[in-house]
């Protein structure tokens, strides 16, 4: 293990086989499905997820952060396996209560060399950001320099992404059921960015195929250095991929745009269909 050891949140969306390529400790965060209870990528994948999730009369999933125990084990694991200092990137704050619990995991700790970073974002927003992070650990990079480095590119991230019903932003409680009602009889696709850990409807289209043409724009508007596509069971993912591809400018490595469906610590609110990606734009 590096010095500095990395750890994020499953409602990063890292797969486990990235997690573990770069070396990522990843906490658990909890989704319910009625009286079953789950820690995400430890009791269900994400695969079963989506299974539950668009069953008929499927109850619909709540989530629930991570603990602060569940923080102090991976903490203390990490330190145990020789690391010296700890970053930690988690989903946004005012998005989930997680970065909470790993606030008061690191004070309690507060002998140790722990730093904890909001990452303003989710799912790959904050699992790039936690890759980055990675890569500079294993470069030997302070704990500290990593920690503002992961900060100062915070602004450069972006996700757009394009739903393809409104209604599991009802179900969430996002949207009322009069609105819901509407966007469907319309056939309204909601396209959604997380902009300083808010989620903001950027456009609405009336189509899959032009929804999907309007968020590759979005994405592709600027130079852009590292890009993940992200999808909740969607169809034809690769051929997105491809369109973004196409458009896409800067230096952006075409053979590293990987593709992560959203796990369950996010779908809920997202529903299946929908598509997108996490962009982090060029300087």
């Known amino acids: 293990m590096s010095r500095v050891a990395i750890v994020t949140d499953s409602a990063a969306d890292l797969t486990a086989a990235a997690a573990d390529a770069a070396g990522i400790a990843v906490v658990p965060l909890e989704v319910s499905f ?111 320099s990593i920690a503002a480095a992961i900060e100062d590119r915070k602004a450069d991230l972006n996700v757009f992404f394009a739903l393809d019903t409104v209604e599991y932003l009802k179900r969430g409680g996002r949207i009322s059921g009069t609105q819901a009602a509407i966007g469907t009889l319309l056939s309204v696709k909601p396209i959604i960015t997380i902009k300083d850990g808010v989620v903001e409807t950027v456009d609405k289209v009336r189509t899959r195929s032009k929804a999907r ?56 609110h997202l529903g299946p269909g929908g598509i997108g990606a996490v962009v982090l734009y060029a300087r």
């Open 34 to 144: 009625g009286d079953e209870h789950f820690r995400t990528g430890v009791d269900l994948t994400t695969e079963e997820f989506w299974r539950r999730m668009t069953a008929p009369d499927a109850p619909f999933p709540k989530t629930a952060a991570a603990s602060v125990g569940d923080f102090q084990a991976v903490f203390e694991r990490c330190l145990a396996a020789g690391a010296e200092s700890i970053v930690c990137v988690d989903v946004a704050g005012t998005l989930s209560g997680t970065i909470k619990a790993a606030m008061i995991a690191r004070d309690e700790m507060a002998d140790r060399d722990i730093h904890v970073v909001d990452s303003g974002s989710a799912s790959m927003g904050t699992g790039l950001l936690a890759l980055i992070g990675a890569e500079m650990a294993a470069a030997g990079e302070s704990a500290s």
């Open 213 to 268: 043409g309007r968020t590759v724009e979005l994405l592709t508007d600027r130079p852009v250095e590292r890009m993940v596509v992200l999808h909740t069971m969607a169809d034809d993912v690769e051929g997105f991929r491809q369109e973004l591809l196409e458009r896409v400018s800067g230096p952006v490595d075409p053979a590293h745009v990987d593709v992560y469906p959203v796990g369950s610590s996010v779908g809920p």
